[in-house]
Nanobody, 115 residues
Framework: QVQLVESGGDSVQPGGSLTLSCVVS????????IYWYRQAPGSSREWVAA???????SYENPVKGRFTATRDNDKNTAYLKMDSLTPKDTGTYFC?????????WGNGTLVTVSA
């Protein structure tokens, strides 16, 4: 059974940092790209970052220079390091991949940035 499990969400002050983790099981993790999405309260889900199987990354413009997506293929884990957080970064963060023709999602981890 394919599973994606996010962790690392917390409540932080503006300017703070968090690192999220996404542990993947039930599939050959290192062969697939991982995508990060977030959903702010009252908003639709938006894509924020991606990391390919070989470590190439791309980002949504509002997080460029502040977020860094990485992966450890030996641990079947993807990471999203978030720096200089602002209240607009608040939301539930999800990791996602396309495997065997279907989207696979974790259940999300909550990030709250407030003073």
């Amino acid at each position: 059974q394919v599973q994606l499990v996010e962790s690392g969400g917390d409540s932080v002050q503006p300017g703070g940092s968090l690192t999220l983790s996404c542990v993947v099981s039930g599939m050959p993790f290192r062969l697939y790209a991982i995508y990060w999405y977030r959903q702010a309260p009252g908003s639709s889900r938006e894509w924020v970052a991606a990391v390919t199987q070989s470590g190439f990354t791309s980002y949504e413009n509002p997080v460029k220079g502040r977020f860094t997506a990485t992966r450890d293929n030996d641990k079947n884990t993807a990471y999203l390091k978030m720096d200089s957080l602002t209240p607009k970064d608040t939301g539930t963060y999800f990791c996602n991949t396309l495997y065997d023709g279907r989207d696979r999602w974790g259940n999300g981890t909550l990030v709250t940035v407030s003073a």
